[in-house]
């Protein structure tokens, strides 16, 4: 059963996300839009649909590889209830903190230590960041409306850090400088903030020692990871084929890696409002005049609230009203 807490918390978010489609139609929607409506071909739902579920299908992939790497096995049932479970929780806390938490709490339930779980999952986010990172010189240097806003100087500037300072991370994580600076700058923080901050870090590093250890496997979780992110990317490109609009598939896909991205460090639950405001800046100039937010809402309706939904249905029924107290600290007391 769902108690009030859990239903108010859920009638807030579903409120919430109402709230900011609506706005997003309404400051973006012109009466020039209901031309391509009419030409819109419900077969493009199917496709989007197909693009969704197979992006899931290579996320729970990846979790069965990872998890491989720590000697541990899931069932189909318990890769779909960690992977629809972060779409859940992601969506309903600060910063999409609580999906890492629910996905830890969910191995657990399937029998894996927290400790393997905390590094799977914390290599799986790792990863997701850095395939984008590493997309991120191409989309900078082949998006012509991109280039023309900065020099190409500049462009190749960040081209290369974003593709150094991971790399660089990498290597830094096996000596022991980064934990000797975190020390001296934690000196000020108490003892509590001090010992989590080391904590988090030592996860951080094992997750790097779990990938030096695995070479194979990892480029295997890489390559899933990549082939899951674009194909839930590319649930826009359907939905653009399905009102007949001439697009550039390269520069749609490029550009929704530039928002999911940002996305990653949202403030916001699960991202909403940045990624509609971040979606109707970078396509305003490719969309028809109007259809830019019916876009931006029919692209988060698809690839984030129907699994949210569903998210939602399994982590409820698994863990019940609980499901609501998965946060640091609550999963720091019970253990």
């Not at 709230?19 to 031309?35: E, K, N, P, Q």
């Not at 462009?155 to 934990?179: D, G, H, K």
């Not at 991205?261 to 916001?268: A, R």
């Not at 609230?305 to 998965?326: C, K, N, Q």
């Amino acid at each position: 059963m769902v108690n009030d807490k859990v239903f108010m918390r859920l009638l807030l978010v579903f409120c919430f996300v109402f709230l900011v489609s609506v706005a997003v139609i309404y400051f973006t929607f012109d009466i020039r839009a209901i031309t391509y409506l009419s030409m819109f071909n419900p077969w493009c739902i199917l496709l989007a649909l197909g693009c969704l579920m197979v992006g899931l299908i290579f996320d729970g992939l990846r979790l069965i590889t990872l998890a491989d790497v720590t000697n541990e096995k899931l069932s189909a049932k318990q890769v779909v209830n960690v992977v629809l479970s972060n779409y859940f929780l992601a969506l309903v806390t600060p910063g999409a903190s609580g999906g890492s938490i629910a996905q830890i709490m969910f191995m657990r339930k399937a029998g894996v230590p927290v400790a393997k779980a905390t590094v799977v999952i914390l290599v799986r986010i790792i990863m997701s960041i850095f395939f984008l990172i590493l997309l991120m010189p191409v989309v900078l240097n082949e998006d012509q409306d991109i280039v023309d806003w900065m020099p190409a100087s500049v462009i190749m500037v960040v081209s290369v850090l974003f593709i150094c300072i991971p790399v660089a991370a990498f290597f830094l994580m096996r000596t022991q400088y980064p934990e000797k600076w975190l020390e001296k700058i934690l000196g000020k923080f108490s003892y509590t903030t001090q010992q989590n901050c080391l904590i988090w870090y030592k996860e951080f590093k094992n997750a790097f020692a779990i990938m030096a250890k695995h070479p194979l496997k990892m480029v295997r979780a890489f390559l899933e990871s990549g082939a899951s992110l674009l194909a839930i990317y590319s649930t826009v490109p359907a939905f653009f084929s399905g009102m007949n609009i001439e697009y550039d598939l390269l520069q749609v896909i490029g550009r929704m890696v530039l928002i999911n991205l940002v996305i990653y460090f949202s403030p916001t639950p699960g991202g909403s409002g940045i990624a509609e405001a971040g979606f109707v800046v970078l396509f305003s100039n490719i969309l028809p005049s109007g259809l830019v937010g019916i876009m931006a809402v029919l692209w988060r309706f698809t690839a984030e609230y129907l699994p949210f939904l569903l998210g939602a249905f399994v982590s409820i029924r698994a863990l019940g009203s609980d499901v609501m107290a998965l946060s640091p600290g609550h999963r720091e007391n019970n253990e």
